[in-house]
């Protein structure tokens, strides 16, 4: 027997990519915990998933960037309701040369690229690890495999989750516990916008709609990460 995911908790729920995870995997079945900083989207997306598709869904409100907020989330991680997927997509990005950018601007990125889901995942995998199954997905970008003048500091940032989801994906091989990266290109979310990333330079070719990245990135998580059901 197998089975796929039955639970997830995502990160950065509020808009974009992180919504279209939440959808497809509450159109699968699958019960979530739902991360972000911005409480009113997510208890409205929350209801949504409910009335939609007859999910639990738990709302999580919490900064990742801050100390308190990963606290909460791994908190909830190692203490709550087991998470069978870890779904790590909050990012940060900011526009300007290296030299132009404020330390508390690179610091930021940093904490929530790097520092907040390389413990979010320390956090769900040893409970994944004792039940013998478990993924975690981490959400990097393109920018991990080049230059990304203007953006030096977020593509830094990327090559790190690349890198580390490589490692650690050879570490757990064997174990039930898979662990997976997705690296889009661009993609038509309100990131760009937020974070004041000018983007009307690029191709209308190179831009992909956030629904088709999400399939995609779905659909191979469900093949390749089924496990051997308890």
């Known amino acids: 027997m197998r089975h796929s995911y039955r639970s997830a908790l995502v990160t950065g729920a509020s808009s974009g990519i992180g919504v279209s995870f939440a959808r497809r995997l509450a159109a699968a079945g699958c019960g979530l915990v739902l991360v972000a900083r911005r409480e009113e989207r997510l208890a409205a997306l929350a209801e949504d998933l409910r009335r939609q598709y007859g999910v639990d869904v738990e709302v999580l409100p919490a900064d990742l960037a801050s100390a308190s907020g990963v606290g909460a989330v791994t908190a909830r991680l190692t203490e709550g309701e087991p998470v069978e997927l870890l779904v790590n997509n909050a990012a940060r990005s900011a526009r300007g040369t290296f030299a132009e950018l404020s330390p508390e601007t690179i610091d930021a990125q940093i904490r929530l690229n790097v520092v907040a889901l390389t413990r979010l995942a320390r956090a769900a995998v040893t409970g994944m690890l004792a039940r013998g199954y478990g993924g975690i997905l981490n959400v990097s970008s393109m920018a991990s495999l080049t230059a990304s003048p203007g953006t030096a500091v977020y593509g830094a940032t990327k090559a790190f ?16 516990v898979h662990v997976t990266a997705l690296l889009p290109g661009f993609t038509h979310t309100e990131f760009h916008t937020v974070n004041e990333v000018e983007v009307s330079y690029l191709p209308r070719i190179g831009k992909s709609k956030v629904t088709g990245t999400v399939r995609g990135c779905v659909r191979t998580v469900r093949d390749m990460s089924r496990v051997l059901a308890r």
């Open 161 to 176: 989750v690349t890198s580390f989801t490589e490692s650690l994906h050879a570490e757990l091989a064997g174990t039930g």
